[in-house]
């Protein structure tokens, strides 16, 4: 289906055809622009970026690339073409056909489900907006750029969804998406990993590698929705993502490539020597955001994941390819409990374990990236093994986050915590020295000493294509 573009709002919803929710975002647009303006990339405004837009949805050749202005990007609407006869992939009403609209008794637990996706598309930009002004080349500044733009056009495709299906709810909750600030104190993002401050090129790469790997598996749960509108439109979602993850995973090989190379080259075999970063800081920054990224999922046991899934609201991973029980009324599974100082299986429905599961895919997919890297250093001639640590360390949230534990996934007293933390999370001088190295590199071929270049350009250019057109 080919995108219309002659609209202010390009899309492929036909649009033009509903006059009410055609006036509804365009009196929401204004305020997004400000949006941008006000918390979007510092800087680089007047510049021309290479970025890709998408043309239509259809699976390959969905993008042109070209040179445009940030604030002038054509953000819009696109959903993935229409599934014959699809059918509720999951929960008690399995099997029967796909809502086109919002079942009046789901109403509100849907909305909160998108909301709560909703909330993090803006949240990363605004996490992400001074990385531009340390960007170790032009290649890595446009990647970061097309990041941005895309987060903000998955804010479009969820406000989209809030307009056009929850009515004047729906509206004050789309207005409310740009007034929640990432990190701010009165009002905050509503998930804590997109508080977090991302200031520095590794925090970038690992929060498109394991952040956005977090929003694959979310947009994957929600691709499984009965409601059919909110499966197209994650669906389409999903082959932008596909491009974030790819630039966190080759970022962190291009930076462990390069510690491995400056470790060879130096007397004491230290990066840091030689302006570079060693790789156990690699790995506590790994550490750090991995287990942040592991508290998205929820609560190990959750009512809320199970009314989700009985609703048919939200599926697992890949629900529909799911051999056999799509209903799981009377299904059970084990989870880990602390008692008594120990942990211990707790059995409970499988339905109150649906983040778990969600969880685990995900540490599934995680743990075949750091393969990657560890393959990368190998052929660089390291022995270092990048790890990810156990799925209980460093939480903050769910059954775990009482305790402590090591990155074994051990149970360890609060004082060998506080006696180890420097050594598994990045210390106070880690991330002043991280931050040292970052230094704006805005000349076309340059790249900072502490990262490799990537082995191709975007789109078949060069690496040392101007990727950034100064205006
Ligand atoms: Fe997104
Ligand atoms: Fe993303």
């Known amino acids: 289906m080919n995108i219309d573009y002659s609209s202010v709002i390009p899309n ?5 055809n509903d006059r009410k929710l055609m006036r509804a975002l365009m009196s929401w647009r204004p305020r997004f622009l400000d949006w941008w303006d006000e918390i979007g990339p510092v800087g680089f405004d007047q510049d021309e970026i290479y970025l890709r837009t998408a043309v239509s949805t259809e699976p390959g050749g969905w993008s042109r690339f070209g040179h445009v202005r940030m604030s002038e990007y054509r953000w819009g609407i696109f959903l993935a073409d229409r599934v014959q006869d699809r059918r509720v992939p999951c929960g008690d009403d399995a099997g029967e056909t796909a809502w086109q609209e919002v079942p009046g008794d789901r109403r509100s637990a849907l909305q909160s489900l998108i909301v709560t996706q909703a909330d993090t598309e803006p949240a990363s930009v605004e996490q992400q907006r001074r990385l ?7 290649y890595d500044a446009r990647n970061l750029f097309q990041v941005n733009v895309e987060e903000a056009r998955h804010l479009w495709a969820m406000v989209y969804l809030l307009h056009g ?14 007034e929640r600030r990432a990190g701010d104190e009165n009002r905050p993002r509503l998930l804590e990993a997109f508080n977090q401050p991302c200031e520095d090129w590794i925090s970038f790469f690992c929060f498109t ?10 947009l994957g749960a929600l691709a499984e929705s009965g409601f059919d509108p909110l499966s197209r439109s994650c669906r389409f979602m999903l082959t932008e993502e596909a491009h974030h993850l790819f630039i966190g995973e080759r970022g962190i090989e291009r930076i462990a490539r390069r510690s491995a190379q400056l470790a060879n080259i130096d007397p004491n075999g230290d990066p840091r020597g030689q302006g570079g970063i060693d790789l156990p800081t690699l790995q506590k920054y790994c550490n750090y955001w991995f287990a942040y990224c592991l508290d998205l999922f929820g609560s190990e ?13 939200k599926g697992r991973w890949k629900e529909s ?18 008692k008594n100082g120990a942990l211990s299986e707790k059995t409970v429905p499988l339905r109150r374990a649906m983040n778990e599961l969600l969880r685990d895919e995900y540490i599934i997919d995680c743990q075949r990236v750091v393969e990657r890297w560890n393959s990368a250093l190998e052929a660089e001639g390291s022995d270092f093994e990048i790890r990810l640590p156990n799925k209980r360390f460093y939480r903050r949230q769910g059954l775990y986050s009482q305790h402590h534990f090591d990155p074994d996934g051990n149970l360890i007293s609060e004082e060998d915590w506080v006696q180890q933390e420097d050594n598994w999370l990045p210390s106070q001088s880690d991330r002043d020295y991280v931050l040292s190295l970052m230094k704006p590199n805005l000349t076309p071929g340059k790249m900072a000493q502490w990262i490799s270049p990537p082995r191709r350009g975007t789109n078949g250019k060069a690496v040392d294509f101007e990727y950034v057109r100064k205006a």
């Open 321 to 338: 390819q799911v051999e056999g029980d799509h209903v799981c009324a009377s299904a059970r599974t084990t989870i880990l409990e602390v």
């Open 12 to 16: 492929n919803v036909s649009l033009g």
């Open 132 to 138: 531009g002004q340390t960007a170790p080349s032009l």
């Open 165 to 178: 299906y929850f009515g004047r709810d729906g509206r004050d909750q789309a207005d409310a998406l740009l």
């Open 301 to 313: 046991e959750s009512s809320n994941s199970s009314r989700a899934f009985s609703m048919g609201l």
């Open 209 to 218: 590698c394991f952040t956005d790997r977090d929003g694959k598996f979310q």
